[in-house]
């Protein structure tokens, strides 16, 4: 089992996943239908499925484009609000593409109809992969939209948490700096996060994805999956588990980008009214 990581759009990603033996191929959040066709092109593989994380646009908006160009093709999800569907399915329920297994895990928060998608080889000695869409992220998870604190307590200690320690984490989006930057303000003394902040930094500034991390990981510096540590729950002024979420959450949508000093000579221009004409409406 081979997965290719796409980056697209701002900070998105999809992924294909590869059967080496018979060269078939599932996407994962297909997104943008060219890239995609590049990326099988090259690697010379048949598109057979596509299984979507959930219904927005920057995760769903390639089914139907695929949908007519690859007649027959699958298209997997928990939510009818999904371009194409073709096959709905439920918690728990396993698909198998080849000698490649999924089995489907039903995260509802971010959206009502979430899955995440669990993958594995039998008898391969290569970890297993969690496509954990915009559920969990890497030092971080999804924002609450159409869903509960309760909800994403299950989701993260219940039903990701409790998968195997070396699972490979594949999210829906590129955001590591900016969630470990607020683990920092949330755990300044915890080295790990230190650290995998440095890192993250590092290869942002080289354009490189700073997918897949672990599971084991993510428990030692992403304060999502830490509510039960005290430094988390005296940031958060909070002992139970699911209010500590909460009040994190809130905390990180307020997190903000430190701003920057505004330019002197620009302010001067404004007070003596240089731009005004080209902010003038026509």
Request: proline share 6%; glycine share 6%; aromatic share 10%.
């Amino acid at each position: 089992m081979k997965v290719k990581v796409i980056s697209v759009l701002e900070d998105n990603y999809m992924y294909l996943v590869i059967e080496e033996s018979t060269r078939d191929a599932v996407a994962v959040d297909a997104a943008v239908p060219k890239r995609l066709l590049e990326i099988i092109r090259k690697e010379d593989v048949v598109l057979r499925a596509i299984l979507t994380t959930h219904h927005h646009w920057d995760h769903a908006r390639g089914n139907e484009e695929l949908a007519q160009l690859f007649p027959g093709l699958r298209v997997f999800g928990a939510d009818e609000r999904i371009g194409a569907l073709t096959h709905r399915v439920t918690h728990g329920q396993e698909l198998t593409f080849g000698a490649i297994r999924v089995r489907c895990l039903f995260t509802p928060c971010h959206t009502s109809g979430h899955m995440c998608y669990f993958m594995w080889e039998d008898d391969s000695p290569d970890a297993p992969a969690l496509f954990s869409g915009d559920t969990l992220f890497v030092g971080g998870c999804g924002q609450f939209f159409e869903g509960t604190a309760e909800q994403m307590h299950t989701n993260l200690t219940q039903i990701l948490g409790t998968l195997p320690q070396d699972t490979k984490v594949f999210c829906g989006h590129e955001c590591t700096v900016r969630n470990l930057k607020f683990a920092l303000k949330v755990e300044p003394e915890n080295e790990m996060v230190k650290e995998k902040l440095a890192w993250a930094k590092q290869r942002d500034d080289e354009d490189l994805p700073t997918v897949p991390s672990t599971l084991q990981e993510e428990f030692l510096y992403n304060p999502f999956l830490r509510v039960t540590e005290e430094p988390v729950q005296r940031f958060t002024g909070r002992t139970d588990p699911v209010e500590v979420l909460r009040t994190l959450r809130s905390e990180r949508d307020n997190f903000k980008k430190p701003k920057e000093r505004p330019n002197p000579q620009a302010m001067l221009a404004f007070d003596w009214g240089l731009f005004g004409p080209f902010l003038e409406k026509k």
